[in-house]
């Protein structure tokens, strides 16, 4: 599958989470995936984002990376994995995004009106846990990105066809 075919097949099937998805049409979508939220996240406007510019920029970059969120799962599936294995992967980077998130919070508050008590309450869970994950997240990052480097299961499993087989 060539990358316009990866792209559009890509977006087109961007709440489909059932099936198979081969690696080139997931390795040819994966950099759109990857650029379309950050994209929003760096271009959206106030005015577009609504509710807060915080809170409805991490809403609409969800909403973008659904794509790639589907297109994991099917790639997840051609190899004869589960979906979850994706999450068992990627939940510890998102962990280590947040807890420096709340860590900054908390220096923040600690720094401002708010004082000790409320900062250190945020920024010493926060700092013990991006500490932790400083070190777990890139390697089950790697596990990730290694399983989705997997090769295809050349027959049906229980997740389907092969993709060469599906017909648009």
Same mark, same amino acid.
């Given at each position: 599958?060539?990358?316009?075919?990866?792209?559009?097949?890509? /977006?087109?099937?961007?709440?489909?989470?059932?099936?198979?998805?081969?690696?080139?049409?997931?390795?040819?979508?994966?950099?759109?995936?990857?650029?379309?939220?950050? $994209?929003? $996240?760096?271009?959206?406007?106030?005015? *577009?984002?609504?509710?807060? %510019? #915080?809170?409805?920029?991490?809403?609409?970059? #969800?909403?973008?990376? %659904?794509?790639?969120?589907?297109?994991?799962?099917?790639?997840?599936?051609?190899?004869?994995? =589960?979906?979850?294995?994706?999450?068992?992967?990627?939940?510890?980077?998102?962990? /280590?995004?947040? =807890?420096?998130?709340?860590?900054?919070?908390? #220096?923040?508050?600690?720094?401002?009106?708010?004082?000790?008590?409320?900062? #250190?309450?945020?920024?010493?869970?926060?700092?013990?846990?991006?500490? *932790?994950?400083?070190?777990?997240?890139? *390697?089950?990052?790697?596990? %990730?990105?290694?399983?989705?480097?997997?090769? =295809?299961?050349?027959?049906?499993?229980?997740?389907?066809?092969?993709?060469?087989? *599906?017909?648009?």
């Amino acid at each position: 599958m060539g990358p316009a075919q990866a792209i559009w097949t890509g /977006l087109a099937k961007s709440f489909q989470f059932s099936g198979r998805a081969s690696r080139s049409e997931f390795w040819w979508f994966a950099p759109v995936g990857v650029a379309l939220p950050a $994209a929003v $996240a760096i271009f959206a406007p106030p005015q *577009v984002t609504g509710f807060g %510019t #915080l809170v409805g920029k991490v809403f609409i970059v #969800l909403a973008a990376a %659904t794509p790639l969120n589907a297109i994991a799962s099917r790639r997840f599936h051609d190899a004869g994995m =589960s979906h979850d294995e994706f999450w068992r992967g990627i939940g510890p980077t998102i962990g /280590l995004v947040l =807890s420096g998130f709340f860590l900054a919070f908390g #220096l923040f508050a600690i720094a401002t009106i708010w004082g000790m008590g409320i900062g #250190l309450l945020i920024a010493i869970p926060s700092f013990i846990a991006f500490s *932790v994950l400083l070190f777990v997240a890139p *390697v089950t990052l790697g596990t %990730t990105i290694g399983q989705l480097l997997l090769p =295809s299961q050349p027959n049906t499993n229980r997740y389907g066809p092969p993709p060469s087989e *599906v017909t648009p």
